[in-house]
């Protein structure tokens, strides 16, 4: 089929190849390429398998992509072989001994996956290697969020749809609920007086606003109609249909830590409906990405408890140890009693 053809079929169909050929693809490839680059091809298929079990069922591929899984690779000697998933270098949170003054350090770096030294191909999983792509997937993402009508309910009264806020590059995100009266106003979550605490959560740590990731299970308040205030907890139907740009933007982020806020967060992330009161403190997994259940912040607005507030310090502290982050002898003594 010649290149014309190919593109005749991009333009119609926008190149939508199943998993099946994938597999069977990664299957010929496989008799002819190092044991690493095997594992890569596994990655790719488990990966393909995750997207199956939460409804995917096609996924979209270039022509070149096509004509890369049809030619045999370049035989690379495994000696010169580098992990496909590269640790970033991260750069060292300086000592903090003031929760809240202590200047921010970004905890970022980009993901790179190299074979050889040179860039992996476009593959079915679509993840960017470059901060370009990854910027153009990112506000793509987006666009396509702004725009979502899938809940008629929550369309028709909106005022914002609230994307998500920070650093896209973030090894530390933060999942909340949905978003209430406050963040449908400005179009940003976690900006009212649980947002105001999260931050100072946040800045106790030493890192800031502009250095994680904070995102909603929801983007669109859930409506609360004959009500003049108030909010009130995401549907289910609500939450499987708009978890998928949540999940696109891990997926794009690829923090290393999660911090879930409350349990409609991890029952969104997780599947998982069990209280948070059993969940906190005890690290979960999302999608091999450790995840740390926590208390909501507007928890703690209605339950002050010195002990509640040292709760949800000691799930930042573990996740602090998680990132290898420094932490003083004063940031492990917040919140206990004299």
Not at 23 to 30: D, E, I, S, V
Not at 56 to 84: D, G, M
Request: proline share 8%; with cysteine; glycine share 6%.
């Amino acid at each position: 089929m010649d290149d014309h053809h190919w593109q005749k079929v991009t333009a119609a169909q926008a190149a939508i190849v199943n998993k099946n050929f994938l597999c069977f693809a990664a299957q010929l490839l496989r008799w002819r390429v190092p044991v690493p680059y095997n594992e890569l091809l596994d990655a790719t298929i488990q990966h393909l398998e995750n997207l199956k079990s939460r409804g995917v069922r096609h996924v979209a591929v270039t022509p070149e992509t096509l004509r890369a899984l049809a030619q045999a690779p370049a035989k690379t000697p495994i000696s010169n072989f580098q992990s496909p998933i590269a640790k970033s270098s991260a750069t060292p949170v300086a000592k903090m001994e003031a929760p809240v003054s202590a200047p921010a350090k970004k905890l970022s770096a980009p993901v790179q996956s190299e074979i050889a030294g040179d860039p992996l191909p476009d593959s079915a999983l679509r993840t960017p290697h470059s901060a370009i792509e990854k910027s153009a997937a990112f506000a793509a993402l987006r666009e396509r969020a702004l725009a979502c009508v899938k809940c008629p309910h929550l369309a028709s009264s909106r005022k914002h749809v609230v994307f998500g806020v920070g650093n896209p590059d973030a090894q530390l995100m933060f999942v909340g609920e949905a978003p209430g009266a406050d963040e449908d106003e400005q179009g940003e979550p976690f900006v009212g007086k649980a947002g105001q605490l999260l931050t100072k959560i946040i800045q106790a740590t030493g890192l800031s606003r502009t250095d994680v990731y904070i995102a909603n299970i929801l983007k669109c308040r859930p409506d609360t109609p004959g009500q003049s205030a108030g909010n009130r907890k995401p549907t289910p139907e609500e939450m499987q249909t708009c978890i998928p740009f949540l999940h696109e933007q891990i997926d794009l982020i690829q923090p290393k830590v999660i911090v879930a806020l409350g349990t409609t967060a991890v029952e969104g992330l997780l599947g998982k409906t069990v209280g948070i009161t059993k969940l906190r403190g005890n690290w979960q997994t999302y999608r091999g990405t450790p995840l740390m259940p926590t208390y909501h912040p507007a928890y703690l607005l209605r339950n002050q408890a010195m002990s509640e507030k040292r709760r949800v310090w000691e799930d930042m502290l573990a996740a602090m140890e998680k990132l290898g982050m420094p932490i003083s002898e004063k940031q492990r003594n917040f919140f206990l009693k004299a």
